[in-house]
C-alpha cells in the first residue's frame, strides 16, 4: 500500500487529535503537502539543523516533531538563519514536517501515560484534567514505598539522564506525580492531588521555593530527559500502524545541556 501524508498525519491524529493542543501550541502539518507519497519517516524531538541533515541525507519524506519548528508568526523566512536554513533544506528536499506537541502531552495514550507506565505508576489518574474525558496535563499515580533518592537513581538510570532534587533526598514516598517538558508550575497541582513527588523538567528557583514551601518533592529530570521517550514510542506506534512498507528513523537528536 502506498501511504501519503496525509494517511500519516490521519494515523497520529487518531492517536493525539490536534483539539487536545493547549491554545497558545502551533501542530499540524507545518511544510510540504498532504498529497506527498511517504516511504520513509523520521521521528524526532526537535528539528535542529543536524536533524534536517539527516533527514535529507536519508531521502526521508516526512519528519515528526513533538516541538514545533514554526511556533511564532513568521515575519521572515531568512535563509542566513538556522531556521531558515531548515526550512529552506526540507522544502528544497520535499519533506514535509508533521508536529504533534501538546496534543500528545495531554492525549489519554499519549506523552504522560508513556511516563507513567515507564515509571511503574499504578491507580494512575491524570495530575490537571483537560475538558474532554480522559485527557490532560500529566499523571499521578502509586509506586511501592521508596526514598526520593532511590526514585531519582532509577531515573538516571532509566533515563539515562542526570537529576536535580529539590526536598528531602532520604524521604519516603509512595504518590507520584510526573509530567513531561516544562511542568514546574504545576507543583501546586501535584500537592492538590496528594502527590508527595513531582518529576518534570524545567524546574525554576521560583517553582523550586513554592515546592519547599508546599512539602512536595521535585525531581527535575530535564525538559529533554523527560520528554525522549517520545521519540521511541511515535516510532513503534507508526511502524505498527503503517507496517514494514514504512521505514521508520528514530533519531532523538542532542540534548542542548549536554556537552556530550
Partial sequence: MVYTVQDCCE???????????????????????????????????TVT??????????????????H??????????????????????LLKNDTALYVSHTNLDQASLGLNHWLAEDLGLEDVAILVPAETTGTGLGRVGFISPQSIRSIAELIEERWNYSVRIVGNPTQ?????????????????????????????????YHDALDALELGVNVIDAGHFGTEQIMVGK????LQDELGDGVTIIQHLGRDPFCSS
Fill in 68 to 89: 514545533p519548528l514554526i511556533f511564532r508568526p513568521l515575519h521572515s523566512i531568512r535563509t542566513d538563519q538556522p531556521q531558515g536554513r531548515i526550512i529552506e533544506s
Fill in 172 to 204: 519516603e514516598v509512595k504518590k507520584v506525580a510526573v509530567c513531561g517538558g516544562s511542568g514546574g508550575n504545576l507543583v501546586r497541582d501535584a500537592y492538590a492531588s496528594g502527590a508527595e513527588v513531582l518529576i518534570t523538567g524545567d524546574v525554576s
Fill in 49 to 66: 539543523e543536524d536533524v534536517a541533515e539527516k533527514a535529507v541525507s536519508k531521502g526521508v519524506d516526512l519528519v515528526i516533531s513533538h
Fill in 234 to 237: 511515535v516510532g513503534r506506534y
Fill in 11 to 45: 494515523i497520529m491524529e487518531r492517536l493525539a487529535a490536534l483539539d487536545l493542543a493547549l491554545d497558545w501550541d502551533n501542530v499540524g502539518l507545518q511544510l510540504g503537502s498532504l498529497e506527498r507519497d511517504v516511504q520513509t519517516i523520521l521521528v524526532t524531538l
